[in-house]
């Protein structure tokens, strides 16, 4: 046998034994690699080492010295996989398949109700209005007196307000906390503390025992506004509500605001506050949006304010449905279920 042909078997030998030594991944399968290659009968450097005597004599002393090296290899591969087995570290482990696809990070994203906040705090503080927050946990003063709504009327009702813990108003305690029914109540804070004028909007989240359904939720989102100032009018109402409808929903289209009497105890005369929008699939048609009107004198004097001197609009609009119409979401429940498949269209 030619001597090139026995080192490059040799060398191929070295090679299959490293690698098999390197996967082996149990005692067993180390045991069988062993044996396979170091096996004192057939073990396939045994069967190398018989082609050393087929090797030309002047050749035999460096095919001797090649086989011992690669002996040395291979017994070197298996007392390192033996060594690593031991200490519990796989070679698969240290192996890193940069080809393999990596594991996705998901991208979360603003809650639909969170988005459509944004957008009006924007749009209305283009218009001039500032953002102002009041806390959710009311006094008597704050959600009814002031607002104009006396112990006698029936929105005071337990059945229509979460009161927390004592007598509600009507069981005639002096002054029941109850979880706010409406954001009207932050008009009363920023007035008794700002004197005129005043332009704000107020966002954040009311509570009413409604039965959930596919329009009504027991905790929902509104958006009030308020501007108090000299020779304000219904017609100043209007042109805000228009603008902010067209700036919200209008695009190139033309939105329309109406208005429909109404009753509110705050504010005189009251309407409800209706938009014409045209919808992507070309449908168009009225959308109750919230109510409004021009504050009553009683609250400006409720707050200190001069009714003969000042005037002021109030509004107050439901976020929700307004966010519901813009994305065409049919159940309010949607919005609070949590569902990730639903949530991350948006
Ligand atoms: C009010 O809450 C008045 N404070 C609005 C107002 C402010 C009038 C300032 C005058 C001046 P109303 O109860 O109609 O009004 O509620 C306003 C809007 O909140 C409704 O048009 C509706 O869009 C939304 N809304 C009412 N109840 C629910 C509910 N349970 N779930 C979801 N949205 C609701």
Wanted: charged fraction near 25%; glycine fraction near 8%; aromatic fraction near 8%.
């Amino acid at each position: 046998m030619a001597l090139a042909d026995f080192i490059s078997r040799c060398d191929a030998l070295a090679e299959q034994a490293q690698k098999a030594f390197a996967s082996a991944d149990s005692a067993d399968a180390l045991e069988a690699v062993r044996i396979e290659f170091l096996g004192a009968k057939g073990g396939q450097l045994r069967e190398a080492q018989k082609g050393l005597g087929k090797v030309d004599k002047a050749d035999k002393p460096a095919a001797g010295k090649r086989f011992n090296e690669v002996k040395n290899q291979v017994e070197r591969a298996f007392a390192e996989s033996q060594e690593q087995l031991a200490s519990g570290k796989s070679q698969a482990v240290d192996t890193f398949d940069v080809t393999i696809p990596g594991q996705p990070v998901r991208i979360g994203r603003l809650h639909p109700i969170t988005q459509t906040i944004r957008e009006m705090k924007d749009i209305m503080g283009r218009l001039g209005f500032t953002a102002v927050e009041g806390p959710e946990i009311e006094d008597d003063w704050h959600n009814f007196e002031a607002l104009n709504i006396p112990l006698s009327h029936p929105a005071r009702d337990p059945l229509d307000n979460f009161y927390l813990g004592g007598e509600t108003a009507s069981g005639g305690s002096d002054s029941p906390l109850l979880l706010r029914s409406q954001t009207s109540t932050v008009q009363i804070r920023v007035m008794e503390n700002t004197p005129p004028p005043v332009r704000i909007i107020s966002l954040g989240r009311v509570y009413r025992p409604d039965t959930a359904d596919a329009t009504h939720y027991p905790m929902f989102h509104q958006i009030e506004g308020l501007l108090v100032d000299r020779g304000v009018t219904m017609a100043d109402l209007k042109s805000v509500l228009r603008l902010f409808c067209q700036s919200y929903f209008g695009g190139d289209d033309e939105v329309h605001v109406r208005f429909r009497p109404s009753f509110f105890p705050f504010t005189e005369p009251s309407v409800e506050v209706d938009m014409n929008w045209r919808d992507a699939a070309g449908n168009s048609g009225w959308m109750e949006m919230g109510g409004a009107g021009m504050v009553d004198p009683n609250v400006l004097r409720a707050v200190g304010y001069d009714p003969e001197e000042v005037t002021g609009f109030a509004f107050g609009l439901g976020v929700e449905r307004i966010c519901m119409r813009q994305h065409g979401i049919t159940d309010i429940r949607a919005l609070y279920q949590n569902d990730v498949r639903f949530l991350e269209q948006f």
